[in-house]
Nanobody
Framework: QVQLVESGGGLVQAGGSLRLSCAASGRTGSRYAMGWFRQAPGKEREFVAAISWSGGLTYYADSVKGRFTISRDNAKNTMYLQMNSLKPEDTAVYYC????????????????WGLGTQVTVSS
C-alpha cells in the first residue's frame, strides 16, 4: 500500500502561482508513475499532468501546458506541481495519484489516490 498526501493548495489571485506537493509513504520502494488530476464543482475529474518514475517522461493536459510543471524527487518520495499564470478555471480540488503501470493520463489506471487539496483562483 502507498499513502499519498497533498499539500500546498490555497486561495490565489488570477495570474498568481502555487506549488502543490504530494508526499508518498508506505511501499515507496516500488517504482510508481504518478499524476495530478483535478475536479471542479459539478464537473468530472480530469487529467492535469503525469510523470514517469524516472522523471524522464511527462505529459500535460492542453489546458495547462506551458503554465504547469510536474516534477518529482524520489529521494524525498515527493511529487510537485508548479502552477503559474493561474486562471479562475483552474479552481478545483487537486488530487495526486500513483500507478505501478507505465506513466498514463487515464485516471482508472492509477492504483492509489490522495484525499486532495483545494485550489481556488479568484478573478
Amino acid at each position: 500500500q502507498v499513502q499519498l498526501v497533498e499539500s500546498g493548495g490555497g486561495l490565489v489571485q488570477a495570474g498568481g502561482s502555487l506549488r502543490l506537493s504530494c508526499a508518498a509513504s508506505g511501499r515507496t520502494g516500488s517504482r510508481y508513475a504518478m499524476g495530478w488530476f483535478r475536479q471542479a464543482p459539478g464537473k468530472e475529474r480530469e487529467f492535469v499532468a503525469a510523470i514517469s518514475w524516472s522523471g524522464g517522461l511527462t505529459y500535460y493536459a492542453d489546458s495547462v501546458k506551458g503554465r504547469f510543471t510536474i516534477s518529482r524527487d524520489n529521494a524525498k518520495n515527493t511529487m510537485y506541481l508548479q502552477m503559474n499564470s493561474l486562471k479562475p478555471e483552474d479552481t478545483a480540488v487537486y488530487y495526486c495519484a500513483a500507478t505501478r503501470r507505465e506513466v498514463t493520463t487515464e485516471g482508472y489506471q492509477y492504483d492509489y489516490w490522495g484525499l486532495g487539496t483545494q485550489v481556488t483562483v479568484s478573478s
